[in-house]
């Protein structure tokens, strides 16, 4: 079958809450930084028209000036490129958006899960999507180990959720000992933390719980490894290399592959601007690893 014709389908599905969507999904940190937002409204419309049903996004994902901090001109915000591309949204359209940070032009990216920062937060997602209610809301941590208890944070958002204005909650950059503060709050349905081939840290233990828990486990920087925002691996392993040559695949398609293979509650989030490199990612749902090439892999 032709690249562009492989669906989002092809990678399978997981519940989410109530919403089932395809494991390969989208991460939209990757669309603010071209400065033409008709080439960020066409890749998510194609990927949407490509199955696509799971889209990560944060209100701080702006440039310039949130996260990836690049680019030019006015400021394009993830969350309004996804309304104008998207809505009205197709109904079966989970957007999983993250709180625990917020960015304002003035004052640029800074931390704050206090409850009415995190009120704020959600109602600024809210404004921007254009929608009443949020699907997935992850709150954001940063690990400082002996002082990173999430209740207080978790537990305002718990009381979003019960005011209507978020239907489910996720965590990410979490331990388990995170996971286990929240499930004694409210339901968790995602995980969201860094995880990759090459950049697996300490993760392989909590992911299998998250499975043994069927809690999703979401990992970001997939291709991007240990080069975080600066951008997809270039310089693969031999194996990455020989195991893409076997299946006609790339290696970003065998690092996805790889991701997904991990267990049936991963669902991959990559992060394109590149209508090009969406096609081929959406595709590596696709890719069937043997277990001699998941051993050769690592
Ligand atoms: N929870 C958190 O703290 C957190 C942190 C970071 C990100 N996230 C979420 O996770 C998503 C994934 O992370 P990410 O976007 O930073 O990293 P990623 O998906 O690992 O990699 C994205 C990078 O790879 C490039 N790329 C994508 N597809 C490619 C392909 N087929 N071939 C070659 N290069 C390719 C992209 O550039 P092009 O645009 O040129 O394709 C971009 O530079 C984000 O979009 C965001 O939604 C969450």
Known sequence: MPVEEIT?????????????????????????PHPDPGR?????????????????????????????????GPARYATELIRAALAPYPQDLVIATKVGFAYDP????????????LRA????????????????????????PGR???????????A??????????????????????????????CVQNTYALDN?????????????????YVPFFTLAGKRRESGAVTEHADAVRAVARSHGATPQQVRLAWALHQGPHVLA?????????????????????TDTDLAALG
């Open 200 to 216: 697996r840290g300490d993760q392989d233990a909590l992911l299998r719980e998250c499975g043994a828990r069927q809690v999703a």
């Open 8 to 32: 989002a389908a092809a990678a399978g599905s997981w519940t989410l809450g109530d919403a089932t969507v395809h494991r390969m999904g989208f991460g939209s940190m990757r669309i603010t």
């Open 160 to 189: 979003l959720r019960e005011a209507g204005l978020i239907r489910h909650l996720g965590l990410s950059n979490v331990r388990l000992d995170h996971l286990d503060e929240a499930q004694a709050i409210a339901p968790v349905v």
């Open 40 to 72: 960020a409204i066409g890749v998510l419309r194609r990927a949407v028209a490509l199955g696509v049903n799971h889209i990560d996004t944060a209100a701080f994902y702006v440039s310039p000036g949130g996260t990836l901090n690049v680019g030019t």
């Open 106 to 117: 003035a004052g640029g990216l800074r931390e704050d899960a206090s409850p009415a920062g």
């Open 269 to 289: 989030i990559p992060g394109t601007g590149d209508p090009a490199h969406l096609v081929e990612n959406v595709a590596a749902g696709a890719l069937r690893l």
């Open 148 to 158: 990173d208890r999430v209740a207080g944070s978790f537990g305002a958002l718990a």
């Open 121 to 144: 937060q959600v109602e600024e997602n809210l404004r921007r999507l254009g929608r009443d209610h949020l699907d997935v809301v992850n709150l954001r941590i940063v690990k400082r």
